[in-house]
């Protein structure tokens, strides 16, 4: 069985601060990929990255960035300077590579960021 | 290339009454994903198809939910007899063939049943 844990149920930060939302997972399969994704108050759920289970490396885009390890199985989500734009809530999932094609999401964390 | 859609946006109806939903995948998607989402929770997958094959099912989708995709393209998903404990946002989402792991979603169709 699949299962992806988001602790931090809210979160608020004071704009300009850095703030690190955390995944973990659990998963039997070798190969896997796992997501993150953004769900403003509109609704709809906004792609933000993909990581495959072999490729460990951290990935920045702009503001955002992304620690992945397979150790501790984490995949922790940090924006840094942080803008009102960012408030919404975040949802890391997992996804098998064998058969199976469903995400499995957490229960999500909801980011306030107070201007 | 435009997204998902999906409609209605926002459906009330009075519990046993039946509803349908339509989403439009984005173009050339191949595959296509329907989950629920109720207030506070993560989505949670309902069905599957690649074309126009229904390939999986969850345990969630009792026999009163049908859904369809009878081109290939866009698909319905129907509630028979609503109950109260239906009322959740219903997403849908479509991916490709050369990057089938990755799902982009539509905005939902939020579901209340009074």
């Known amino acids: 069985a699949q299962k992806v844990t988001q602790a931090q149920t809210e979160i608020s930060v004071v704009e300009k601060e850095d703030v690190t939302l955390d995944c973990v997972y659990e998963?039997?399969?070798?190969?896997?990929?796992l997501f993150w994704y953004k769900q403003p108050p509109s609704g709809e759920l906004v792609f933000l990255i993909r990581?495959?289970?072999?490729?460990?490396q951290n990935e920045i885009s702009g503001r955002y960035s992304w620690n992945f390890q397979k150790s501790t199985s984490s995949f922790n989500f940090t924006i840094t300077a942080s803008q009102v734009v960012d408030s919404a809530v975040y949802f890391c999932a997992l996804r098998s590579n064998f058969g199976n094609e469903k995400l499995t999401f957490g229960t999500g964390t909801r980011l306030t960021i107070i201007p | 290339d435009t997204g998902v859609s999906q409609d209605p946006r926002h459906k009330i109806t009075k519990r046993g009454q039946n509803v349908t939903f339509r989403c439009d995948p984005i173009?050339?998607?191949?595959?296509l994903y329907w989950y629920r989402q109720t207030l506070g929770q993560g989505p949670e997958f309902l069905t599957y198809f690649q074309n126009e094959a229904q390939l999986e099912k969850s345990r969630l989708l009792s026999d009163r939910f049908s859904a369809e995709r009878p081109k290939g393209s866009f698909s319905t998903l129907e509630i028979q007899r609503t109950e109260q404990g239906d009322s959740a946002m219903y997403l849908c989402?479509?991916?490709?063939?050369?990057?089938?792991?990755?799902?982009?979603f539509g905005p939902g169709t939020r579901l209340t049943v009074l």
């Open positions: 998963t039997r399969d070798t190969t896997y990929y």
């Open positions: 989402a479509s991916s490709p063939t050369y990057r089938a792991d990755t799902q982009y």
């Open positions: 990581r495959n289970s072999f490729d460990e």
């Open positions: 173009s050339e998607h191949n595959r």
